[in-house]
DNA sequence: GTCTATAGCTTGATAGAC
DNA sequence: GTCTATCAAGCTATAGAC
């Protein structure tokens, strides 16, 4: 199995637990937790309703299992970046360039390469880091470990930044990113069908660019 | 009624339809449209059930009437901030910086010196921006033809960049703009305490020079 | 592991008295 | 405008047959 085939086999090798697991991610990410229902995820998966309970104990074992499964494959692939760049800059440290492109690629290239799993995956993921319900509790659990990591390596690429203005960073990039990552079709509109909110090519040229040189100018801020 | 008094009067003279929609926006915001049921609407609202068919007509006109109710006061001073410092840069172009501003700072305003409501506001905003169910026809709705004013002056203070990279840009702004009005608390945790996500005057120390920056940074981009 | 059947509860909406 | 009472539908979860 490929990176970028991570969980998304043929239908018919698919055990219930997976077919399960890709019916609510699709479901979960339209219309979030409260707007999904069993009843609803079962018919996608052509599964019966009480296999979600002996699957997985409940609703919200489900919603979180759906979150682990491809954050463990994000993150791994990230810290892999990371570390790539460092020792690349060794014994000086990473260009922010290249730690946020560490950051941004594996996301990029799952939506260019894989399959639809990876669209609906992110687009959840955007919605829950929204979430003053949800953003807290299931972001940390999954992300934070790794995100620290990468706010030391930003931080090490800025020396003449205050920390605080590294953990603001952050936290633009991040609803930068996941906005984009959202797919709602606003861009669209907005831009008279100039922008897609789906050309990954397109927010790849761009966004990089733009969160390194907003860290940089939060860097120098006032002096 | 002062600006920052919008919508939030003594509770004796409040209407029930006020009272509705406080509660509504108030819970709409931490669990969003389908997590949030009218019996806790009403029930906080200190109100009868049948109440909100009679004044709404529902509880999806509920949730638009929620969404309308600051929208157009946000819009009307954001047009006003961006005349003004139009206004105040011709016969040249407003600078990036400056449209920036009137975008964040009545945002910014509001929070700092109104009631909690709009808090919530805000934070759900901030849930609508990135719901693939409906960011697209609400927020064009309430803020397109505002939008597209600032974008054209964007546009107008970036001549060199690309239509394309404006919006684009713009996407990224108001990313990074509404993950920081949904206060996750996600930052609290990542800074451990050093950073606050209620802090307005730490955000809006950082917003707009990370924004404006990274705008520049998308108009040279690769030149 | 899978499926049927159902318990126990909550939901949004409304008819009709006041 | 407000409130009581209620309806039909949908919900999660589970006990128990196979």
Redesign the interface.
């Known amino acids: 199995m490929s990176l970028y085939e991570g969980g998304e086999m043929a239908r018919a090798k698919r055990t219930t637990k997976e077919k399960l697991l890709d019916a609510a991610e699709k479901l979960f990410?339209?219309?979030?937790?409260?707007?999904t229902s069993l009843r609803q995820i079962t018919r996608e998966a052509g599964v019966d309703l009480a296999l979600v309970n002996y699957h997985f104990g409940g609703k919200e074992k489900l919603f979180e299992a759906v979150l682990d499964r491809r954050g463990a494959m994000l993150n791994e692939e990230r810290l892999r970046r990371l570390e790539e760049v460092c020792r690349a800059a060794a014994p000086r440290p990473a260009a922010t360039e290249a730690v946020v492109g560490a950051f941004f690629d594996p996301i990029l290239d799952f939506l260019e390469h894989a399959g639809p799993g990876w669209h609906s995956y992110f687009?959840l993921l955007?919605?829950v880091?929204?979430?003053?319900?949800w953003?807290?509790r299931l972001?940390?659990k999954t992300f934070?470990a790794t995100?620290?990591r990468f706010?030391e390596a930003l931080m090490d690429s800025l020396p003449k930044a205050a920390?605080?203005?590294i953990?603001?960073?952050?936290?633009?990039?991040?609803?930068?990113?996941?906005?984009?990552l959202?797919?709602?079709?606003?861009?669209d509109?907005?831009?008279g069908g100039?922008?897609r909110s789906v050309d990954v090519a397109?927010?790849r040229?761009?966004?990089g660019?733009?969160?390194?040189?907003?860290?940089?100018?939060?860097a120098q801020?006032g002096g």
Request: charged fraction near 15%.
């Open positions: 990410a339209r219309k979030g937790y409260h707007g687009s955007a919605w880091n929204n979430s003053p319900q953003g807290k972001m940390g934070n995100v620290k706010i920390p605080e203005d953990y603001w960073g952050y936290n633009f990039l991040t609803g930068a990113l996941t906005l984009s959202a797919e709602t079709g606003r861009l509109v907005l831009s100039l922008c397109a927010l040229a761009r966004l660019p733009f969160v390194a040189a907003g860290l940089r100018g939060l801020r």
